[in-house]
């Protein structure tokens, strides 16, 4: 991290090259793997928002007498649809509970790294463009939350506060924001002696104005590209959590409580736990192959060879 | 850093060295839990503290075969009254630390341990105080501050160490285990294991029978494993010998394996739904409702994988109480969906929120057997909801729920009770008395019953109890389930059947010939 | 001149690391104070109202809470947590007797993930888009994506029950280290690995290098004199990732191999709501992580004489 801040980076703004959704457009067809994360993690949020239309049954309907079967077992009714991923300990509908999973899990993803993105960012930005004694009581606040391991700082929160769903994304929450602050100030220490800031400062912009308009949108894309990466992180973690007792309760459906509910089943039903990690691993893993995108595009080093991947004597020449 | 270079330069020259060296033989226990300390008195609890009953022994044991008490550390009693029993004692047994076992060395260490003033939890577990006096040298008077007809029984539970431990050594109490045993204490390694070894001076080497076991082996180890797939992993991979607690699956699995094989047993713990009868549960339609909603035999099969026996009664069947002519409450769906129309009609909101609640990591598969019992109490149309609770939120509302008038009768906790005692009266006003700790159920008539026949003893006493439970059955007061099996991996190698009280005695182990 | 710079910085630092202690250990203070019920749960369901309140009292939970915290500072001054509740014996050796346990799996995780890491990222730089880069990749890729708890038990049953290398659980010398040390290892050694790979990237893009290739020199030795010196700024922050990683991840790992390190006490202090042992535990941790983020800083001004005490 310390030399990702150091390091000066050129604004996009000022690096060439298409812009905006053209760009998007052109990185997420330029590449096999880039599109196929995209089209993953598409498909996870259509899961997570129409997961009533989609799904083929309750996934809180039990049935004692149809526990533990193995996929593509026929359901209790001929007309409904069969058991395509088998059912769990309860006899519940495994793609069921995934579709309806992909809900909580991305919605604590979403939620929890939206708090704190927006929380660290601000107070990276105003640490970073302030500097002085702020600076100072901001950065040693995120030296001592540093100091402690963040799961377990999350698991010491959730002992306090007890299980539950907000809970749950206030504790991630508590120990993720850290990352952007140091972001936030190293990005916003670049820019604040700039000849724009400096201009707009000359004409009399207030220090919000200039954070809006001048620093956020310099700083922005490291942070969504750390913010891409959390979500999976934050995806873990709940299953993390999940296997140490603090997971959300019933009736809630996550993947990491499938995973950890399949747990003691590893041996005799393999699919309890191995579809929803499956699911779980393919999303995680699309999403930091999105970051791992952004990266090469936000940065105008890597962004030339990566737009140009397909030029083979590229690779020939820097031999 | 060291230790681990250590550790790893003996395993090295162990295995260098094995051929060479005496063969010692050892028993490797895999447990679910690690004790929280020593102290002598846990020792009655496989789970309170792991092996710690082949350090410790009472004056006092139980044979399992015939439920009756038989003569241990004591070779004989003698029942005073009601509160006093007076105990001949065995001579020239020793302690581990030299010292001689007598009966001042008893009285020390009891009125110690037993003493609530000295802030230890021991006399809570008997539900009485009891002190000792020495008569003579080999004979000690043990007394109750309550009267109590089933005293001796409860001594089954009083393990002894050293009285010089408490007199020169008090500091030491939770970290050491003095006693007299056929095992004496080794190290603790904490979060790794505890170890022991072999008594040369046992005084049972000399009188296995009265001993009820003989040494067997040089060691024993027992490693604490929480994780239930990993406990069992260890068993199957050889590392174990036995492996505690194990899950229905897991057992299942062992039938396939050569080296391994599946031990399971019914234990005193039964499953059950404390109900009581306050809120709109003091409609007794509701209540039965409740009770006839749930599938016992299906549970008992299908998520404890038939290691649980479906039962009416709190208490298993050798018990002082217990009534063989209470079946198990039949499963009838319809019959309930009727009785809580019926209840609805006459005004009874059957709608309101119940919670359906547990406490973490009680058993293996409670939590599975919690959300079943909510998804089948909706079925009939009860309004349910699952809460699985960490000890220290479940704990206090388990316990104090009863004292708070206010509360509706509508959190309804899926656990277990274990009666060690043997004698349906703990059982009974505990969950169907007003003033018991854990009780949501109050009837007076019921409560006079209790203490009516808790003032008898012998055939009489037993009669009087069963015809409590009968009252209490009928009248629907908790949802019993099923008593439960405990399993276990046990090496093909070693020759060990667990007992009615599941501790893990290596006295009744060996190697399999 | 330059030796009192270095004290100063040194000293700055050091200061800085016991503010850091000082208020972690606060905060811990705090948050146990409103944890749950440690007594209830030390004395179990059945007892009395008036047991409880005594035992609050013999443990000065009763006291106001400015008391109690003089009462913790001064101790903490002197490294004195108080007696653990659960096991009613000084709580700061308990953690201290749990030490070499997890130094030894933290160091093996260290020696699996980052002298490999190192090797293999910067083998991956040199030839872009070979079939060893994109092996590195997907492997780190899915190392990060991973649930550790699944993967653990995956590895014991494939590797301890089926094949019989390694052991399940337990603490000891090799057979016991591995499992657990692979499945704490899998993350950083991707990260070490793509971290190196792009840091040495960056170098091979920047003039000086070009010069050197242009001077015809060998490109092993470009490697080495230049890109390496210039990439080790990161390569070593994310050392210093690793530690601190394995210690957070070492809660859940721990417990799952039976493994009797800080991890697994942590984890069965806060389930007994321990306090002194919770404080003691976190405080140690929290002491770990600090030296290495020292240590990291140090090496800092070694490497880059551009941040050298600043």
């Known amino acids: ?174 120990f993720r924001w850290m990352l952007y602050a140091r972001i936030g100030r190293g990005q916003a220490l670049n820019y604040r002696n700039s000849p724009f800031v400096d201009a707009a400062v000359a004409i009399g912009s207030s220090d919000a104005g200039i954070i809006w308009r001048h620093i956020l949108p310099n700083v922005a894309s490291p942070l969504i590209i750390l913010a891409t990466t959390e979500v999976a992180i934050l995806i873990l973690a709940e299953a993390g959590l999940s296997f140490l007792g603090f997971g959300l309760q019933t009736p809630s459906v996550s993947w990491g409580g499938m995973i950890n509910s399949g747990r003691p089943y590893i041996a005799t039903a393999w699919w309890i736990s191995a579809f929803p990690g499956l699911v779980m691993l393919v999303t995680t893993l699309s999403l930091n192959l999105l970051a791992a995108t952004l990266r090469s595009v936000a940065d105008p080093v890597q962004r030339g060879r990566w737009l140009n991947r397909q030029r083979p004597h590229r690779n020939r020449n820097r031999r | 850093m060291h230790k681990y270079i250590l550790v790893a330069v003996v395993a090295v020259l162990m295995t260098a060295l094995q051929p060479v060296q005496a063969q010692e033989s050892v028993l490797t226990v895999a447990v679910a839990s690690e004790m929280t300390s020593l102290e002598g008195y846990l020792a009655s ?88 006096e020495v008569v003579d040298e080999f004979t000690v008077r043990i007394v109750a501050e309550n009267a109590d007809p089933i005293l001796l029984q409860k001594m089954y539970t009083v393990n002894l160490e050293s009285g010089q431990l408490i007199t020169d050594s008090l500091d030491e109490y939770p970290t050491t285990l003095v006693g007299t045993g056929p095992y004496m204490f080794e190290e603790w390694r904490r979060g790794e294991q505890i170890s022991f070894v072999a008594n040369p001076d046992w005084w049972g080497n000399d009188d296995p029978e009265a001993a009820r076991g003989a040494i067997a082996f040089d060691r024993l180890v027992y490693r604490f494993i929480p994780d239930d797939t990993v406990r069992a992993a260890a068993a199957q991979a050889g590392e174990v010998d036995i492996a505690q607690f194990v899950t229905p699956d897991a057992c299942e699995g062992a039938a396939d394996l050569d080296d391994v094989r599946c031990e399971s047993l019914a234990s ?178 019921v409560d006079a019953m209790w203490e009516a026949a808790n003032m008898l003893s012998g055939e009489e006493r037993d009669l009087a109890l069963r015809e409590v439970a009968a009252v209490a059955y009928n009248d629907f007061g908790n949802g019993i389930i099923a008593h439960l099996n405990f399993s276990y991996l046990v090496s093909e190698g070693v020759a060990w059947q667990p007992q009615l009280d599941h501790r893990i005695q290596a006295k009744e182990a060996a190697p399999a010939s | 001149m330059r030796t009192f710079i270095i004290a100063r910085y040194l000293i700055r630092r050091l200061l ?146 089926q094949l019989g290398w390694f052991k399940t659980s337990g ?74 990683s394995v210690l957070n991840g070492s809660v859940l790992i721990e417990t799952i191999f039976a493994w009797p390190g800080v991890g697994q006490l942590t984890l069965l202090g806060l389930g007994r709501r321990d306090l002194p042992l919770v404080e003691a535990t976190v405080f140690t941790i929290a002491l770990l992580v600090v030296i290495v983020n020292l240590v990291v800083d140090l090496s800092y001004a070694y490497l880059n004489p551009k941040i050298r005490y600043q």
């Open chain 1, 1 to 174: 991290m310390a030399t990702q801040t150091a390091r000066l980076q050129p604004t996009i703004e000022s690096s060439s090259g298409p812009q905006g959704i053209a760009l998007a457009l052109r990185v997420i067809f330029a590449d096999p793997i880039t599109f196929t994360s995209v089209l993953v993690l598409l498909i996870v949020v259509i899961m997570a928002t129409s997961a009533n239309i989609l799904a083929p049954h309750d996934p809180a309907l039990q049935n004692l007498r149809l526990r533990n079967q193995p996929p593509m077992t026929a359901s209790v009714s001929d007309v409904t649809f069969p058991h395509v991923l088998g059912t769990d300990q309860l006899g519940r509908d495994i793609l069921s509970r995934i579709i309806f999973g992909a809900r909580t899990s991305v919605v604590i993803g979403l939620l929890t790294t939206a708090i704190s993105g927006v929380f660290g960012s601000a107070l990276g930005i105003i640490a970073g463009y302030y500097g002085g004694w702020i600076d100072d009581l901001i950065m040693r606040m995120v030296d001592i939350v540093m100091s402690i391991p963040s799961l377990l700082f999350a698991l010491l929160l959730l002992f306090i506060v007890g299980p539950g769903f907000w809970n749950l994304v206030l504790a991630l929450a508590a």
């Open chain 2, 45 to 132: 609890s496989e789970a309170n503290c792991n092996g710690c009953i082949n350090v410790v022994e009472p004056l006092v044991t139980r044979d399992f075969e015939t439920g009756e008490m038989v003569p241990y550390l004591a070779t004989s009693w003698e029942i005073v009254d009601d509160n006093t029993l007076e105990f001949t004692l065995r001579e020239g047994v020793t302690y581990h630390d030299g010292s001689d076992f007598n009966a001042e060395s008893v009285a020390a260490y009891i009125n110690y341990v037993y003493d609530p003033a000295n802030g230890l939890p021991a006399s809570d577990s008997l539900t009485n105080v009891i002190t000792a």
């Open chain 2, 268 to 445: 005193v713990e039964t499953m059950f739904m404390r109900m009581g009868n306050g809120g709109f549960m003091s409609d007794i339609r509701v209540r039965e409702a409740m009770i006839l909603a749930v599938d016992k035999e299906l549970i008992a099969d299908a998520i404890m994988g038939g290691t649980a026996t479906v039962t009416g009664q709190i208490v298993i069947p050798v018990t002082t109480g217990y009534n063989p002519d209470l079946p198990p409450y039949p499963f009838d769906p319809e019959r309930a969906s009727a009785l809580l129309e019926e209840a609805a009609a006459d005004g009874i909101d059957v709608g309101q929120p119940i919670t359906i609640a547990s406490r973490e990591g009680l058993h293996p598969r409670h939590d599975e057997v919690a959300e079943a019992v909510a998804a089948m109490l909706a079925e009939v149309g009860f309004n349910t909801s699952v809460e699985v609770l960490p000890p220290d939120v479940f704990n206090p509302t388990w316990s104090s729920y009863s004292d708070d008038p206010d509360q509706p009768g509508n959190w309804i906790a899926v656990h277990l009770h274990g009666n060690e005692v043997l004698d349906l009266y703990f059982s009974g006003i505990r969950y169907f008395g007003c003033d018991g700790s854990s009780s949501l159920y109050c009837d007076e008539e």
């Open chain 3, 171 to 244: 603490y000891g010398g090799f057979q016991y280290i591995m499992l657990p040390a692979l499945t704490l290892a899998v993350q950083p050694f991707g990260r070490v690995a793509q971290i190196t790979r792009s840091a040495m990237l960056d170098q091979f893009d920047l003039p000086h290098i070009g010069v050197a290739r242009a001077k015809g020199l060998r490109e092993r030795r470009i490697v080495f004199l230049h890109a390496m010196k210039n990439a080790a700024v990161p390569i070593v922050t994310i050392a210093g990732d690793t530690i601190t």
């Open chain 3, 16 to 161: 800085h690391a016991v503010l850091v202690l000082f208020a972690v250990a606060s905060i811990v203070f705090f948050l146990g104070r409103v944890v749950g019920d440690p007594v209830r749960i030390v004395l179990g369901v059945e007892v009395p109202e008036e047991r409880v309140q005594a035992v609050r009292d013999q443990l000065g939970l009763n006291d106001p809470l400015p008391v109690q915290y003089i009462r913790f500072v001064s101790g903490a001054l002197v490294l004195d947590f108080g007696d653990s509740f659960w096991q009613k014996v000084p709580a700061l050796p308990l953690v201290v007797e749990r030490l070499p346990a997890t130094f030894a799996l933290t160091g093996t995780v260290f020696l699996m993930a980052v002298p490999l890491g190192i090797v293999l990222g910067t083998l991956a730089a040199l030839r872009p888009d070979s079939i060893l880069d994109r092996g590195i990749s997907v492997f780190s890729m899915l190392g990060v994506s991973m649930v550790d708890f699944w993967l653990a038990l995956m590895l014991i049953l494939f590797f301890a029950v």
